[in-house]
């Protein structure tokens, strides 16, 4: 037990001293053999499964995005054709939003934070945890043999009638996939409400919890009330494939907006599920290795609930060039810019906050620091997206996606990259290589700008998405572009390698590395099964750091 | 309240923390079927605002009757539920148990007037889609689009039934598997909610399909 | 939770609240032969919702929990709300 810690949280009874100790009990070698993880209820070990799912689909969604950047070196794409470049694209997108993004922080660290940050021994619902799970898996079946079928040409955002009507592909199975894959991401949703609400540990009250429960809170909230929309505009898109009756189909008497209008009710929450437990993340990283309380505590957690009620105020700004009113879209645009706020106050509290702390560059708060960076350039970049009239010149552009990959990739993989090496000791007892996460979080950071800053410029000076051939004038942004991927590829295979090798050699973990406060510092690492020998007891805030 | 507690989950303190929390958890559940049904009702109202005429039409070759029956037959079999679920937690196992097996009854019966509905919609060719005879509509565009509505809701709530009626009557069994041992009212509330919802999406149902007929 | 009384609707408000819903079932099913307005599917959709409040609050026992619930309730709701609210922004002003 690490003295700051304990001074934090006056424990009933401190745990015992076990970093000597060799073979103790813990989550990991409670039981053994493939079944017992795979019955397993324990929250952690479901956390452990879903690492290991979603880096799998991260893999094959980063292989598709090497093949385009690869096809895009040349203005005539050399490498692939038209109809197989619109299916990497479709692939990627798709694994990256429902099978990374969505599911990476929330079911991975959240899954084995959220109990240990409450001081319960788990989630309210143990059993549904673990479903959601195995219906996380079969979404990805359904998806991953849609791909293999023969993949699906309509992009991610399977705008009707194309999609519904024209499309050729295996539509109708990737959609499934997105249906049942919505419901994996309800369950955890309900969880984690059930669990936040009612199993806090005594004295945890609201204003006590740290900042990357709130954060997920708040992302719980958006789940639960916006997957439901996204499933039914799914589960539409499949009947009307099926049988051919038009509901967004004009020449049928429908409407292919109201595809839209459902659509974006989910797809620009969705936009929040991916990036608000960043912010949690970053959150409990700034506080960490600035060693001073988050500056302005409450105004940062209700930020957070504020995004989830703001967000679904704006998603008519994917439709400012489709047939919808001008006068929506003018609302749809003021609201758009109040959604800034928020995300304005954070960024500016966590620079407080390291100002007024005492600073120190390790892994977890390089990566924090990327984050600020890059998010600012995309919350910032998105204000010109919100404005109707520069909408409709970079509407569909290369700017639209530099500018959600600033906010998805330099955000949100920034941030869950960061938290996964902040409690990494904590989930499997090592450490990793300190000087080797530093040059992979540069390396994230260099690449990551080089990729996609010339996308910037390539959207003003009007090349479109999507497709997989450009005028050659083009093709010195597209070629720095594509070698930034490179070393962003380079970035991301490092930690993979050092994170995997620091299992076997990594030195062990004490409990609290970072001197840091809160209840998973204080328990082992990794914790045992029930997470704390005694249900502990809080009497502080989160983040009472006091050197 | 601690004495009544049997079996605890590990995960909770005692009984009372496991109650709130189940009926808290349905709650949130509940919330995102509300939005699930609630697009829904969204396509209905914006395809309606198109061809209003079509849709008072279309709803004229709803029975109304059976409709209407229906709706009592859901409304009474949430009543049983309530009834049933003070009666556990008072401990009266027996009265519970029958008053939840008369619910699943009338969820069976609701399922069996609905699969007469849809015989009779086959019956007339009026799938919309596959088999769908336009001549009998003055407009026939919107009439199919508001037979898909009909099946796609219709179905969608059935669905939803059958789980309800399996999840009832499993429950029933169980608690008669284990007689004489006290019941869990966390999963009787859960349960309870759950019925009560696929109800309440019933009630706002009817007067959308059956009662706009000109 | 304790097991009292006071934390559950007696027989007779189960049965008055069975009773009323029926009531509202024939108050619905009878608008179908009153003159066609365009007041009617409002009403249709008002008595829905009579029936509705009187399920969730005694049947579905809103009284007697916690506030904690209605959050959720009334949170599912306000979002139906805006779903409704902006999309009709739309269709209402093209």
Redesign the interface.
Known sequence: MDNSANSQHHLVNDPPENVAEEPQENYLNEGKGLMSWLTTTDHKRIGILYLLTITFFFCIAAFAAAIMRADLTTPQGDLVISETYNKLFTVHGVLMIWFFLVPSIPTVLGNFLVPLMLG???????RLNLASWYVFVAAGVFTLYAMVAGGVDTGWTFYTPYSSTYSNGHVISMAMGIFIAGFSS?FT???F??TI???RAPGLTWMRLPLFIWSLYATS?VI??????L???M??VM?ER??????FDPA????P??FQ??FW?YSHPAVYIMILPGFGAISEIIATFSRHRVYGYSVVAFSSLSIAVLG??V??HH?FVS??????GL??SLLSFLVAVPSAIKVFNWSVTMILGRVQFTTPLLYAVGFLGLFTIGGLTGLFLATLAVDVHVHDTYFVVAHFHYIMVGGMVMGYLGGLHLWWPKITGRMYHEWWGRIGATLIFIGFNLTFFPQFILGYLGMPRRYHTYPPEFQFLNVVSTAGATILGLGYLLPFIYLIVSLKKGKKAPDNPWRATGLEWTTSSPPPK?NFEQ?PTVNEEAYAYKD | MGHLSQEVHEAYRDEVQEKRTGYLGMWAFLSSEILFFGSFFLAYAVIRSFHADAFREASGHLSLLWGTINTAVLLVSSYLIAFGEKAFELRRNKAGMLSWAGAAVLGVAFLAIKFYEYGEKFHHHHIPGLDFKAEDFQHPQGAELFHFLYFSMTGLHALHLIVGVCWISGMVLWFKLRKGRTIQTTYVTTAALYWHFVDLVWVFLYPMLYLIRP | MSQSHEDMPSNALLLGILAALMVLLGAAFSLVWLPHGPWKPFLAILIAGAKAALIVWIFMRARYHDHTSWLFIIGGIFWLAILFTLTFADYLTR
């Open positions: 319960a021994k788990d989630v309210a619902f143990p309800i949703g309900v969880n409400i059930a609400h009612k199993m909230i639960v009330l916006a997957t439901p929309v499933a039914i505009s589960f539409l009947v099926l049988f051919g009756v038009g509901i049928l008497g429908g409407d907006l109201l209008h459902l009710f679904f105020l998603w008519g439709m047939s919808q009113s001008v006068y929506a609302v749809f029930h249900t």
